[in-house]
């Protein structure tokens, strides 16, 4: 059985970086579909060579994860404000270049990566960071320079050199602080690894919550729309004008007003609708206290120890 979960492990971790990666590449879609694909295809194939290096569980796929979309969206935006008018073809051979360096250096330093990370999962410990800043900082350098150089006023051919020449410098970069990287990622999962088993004594006020949020949410939606229907003129305001809402538009300005956001595209301009908006507002302040109240009484029944048993 251990064996069986052992297999499956690659193929969560990879459908995991698939999926989110097909949620961000769908987003940037307006920098061309070629690139949005052969983004999602090289963020998982990376993955599942980083995962059969580094077998550490689905949760290490997660901060893996998460990194690769963290990337592809900075790269994004800095390269539509640096290289706005690089050459179609260099957008994912650009994206590629510094996950192809750190993912090759992973490799030929696959031993003792993979016995740092073995180390570092049950212990996380994060006094390495300022090792693993040094890297970001020299990233950071790389972008802050593109993004201020006046490289976009250059020619495609200029830009599109550029744009490749500073993921190169972005990919050596990487090696050079592959093991920092590495370890943060195994910390990363450790942490996970401890929130996820802390989770379970949350279920509880986190479902009394929600289940409270929505039992307000309904019941002030309807009162909103039998007070506008049974009122001899409309209550509210739609975008400026007075107007009656129908049930959908009461749901909405319910859920906005217990959660005190408060777009303004609906408005009271009744004061007997105001009151009662009032109301809900300060249910919604009382519901966060006895949501906080509530974490707070879930600690002191006792906080779980890394193997997840009380203490």
């Known amino acids: 059985m251990p064996e069986r979960r052992h297999r499956r492990g690659p193929w969560a971790s990879v459908a995991l970086t698939f999926s989110l990666m097909v949620l961000v590449a769908a987003a940037v ?102 090792r693993f800043l040094r890297w970001l900082v020299f990233c950071a350098v790389v972008g802050v320079v593109a993004m201020s150089a006046p490289i976009n006023r250059a020619d495609p051919i200029a830009q599109t050199l550029v744009l490749l020449l500073a993921q190169s410098l972005i990919g050596a970069i990487s090696v050079l602080f592959v093991r920092d990287v590495i370890r943060l990622l195994v910390d990363i999962a450790a942490i996970l690894t401890l929130v996820a088993a802390r989770l379970r004594f949350l279920a509880v006020p986190i479902a009394s919550y929600v289940t409270l949020f929505s039992l307000a949410t309904v019941t002030f939606a309807c009162l909103y729309r039998i007070a506008d229907a049974l009122s001899a003129q409309p209550l509210f305001e739609k975008l400026g004008q007075t107007a009656r809402i129908n049930f959908s538009e009461a749901l909405h300005f319910s859920v906005v007003t217990l959660s005190t956001v408060g777009y303004g595209d609906i408005l009271p301009r009744d004061d007997g609708i105001r009151i009662l908006a009032a109301i809900q507002m300060l249910t919604g302040q009382l519901l966060l206290l006895f949501g906080f109240a509530e974490i707070m009484r879930s600690r002191t029944r006792g906080e779980p120890d890394p193997d997840g048993s009380r203490r």
Not at 100 to 119: I, M, T, Y
């Open 29 to 130: 879609g307006d920098q061309g579909w070629a690139f949005s694909f052969a983004a999602v295809g090289v963020a998982s194939l990376a993955m599942g060579v980083l995962y059969l290096l580094f077998p550490q569980g689905p949760l290490f796929g997660l901060g893996v994860a998460t990194s690769l979309a963290v990337y592809m969206s900075l790269y994004v935006v800095i390269g539509r404000s640096a290289f706005p008018q690089a050459q179609t073809w260099a957008l994912p051979v650009g994206f590629l270049l510094p996950i192809a360096f750190f993912v090759l250096a992973c490799w030929v330093k696959r031993r003792p990566l993979a016995a740092l990370a073995s180390e570092g999962l049950n212990d996380a410990d994060l006094a390495h960071l300022p």
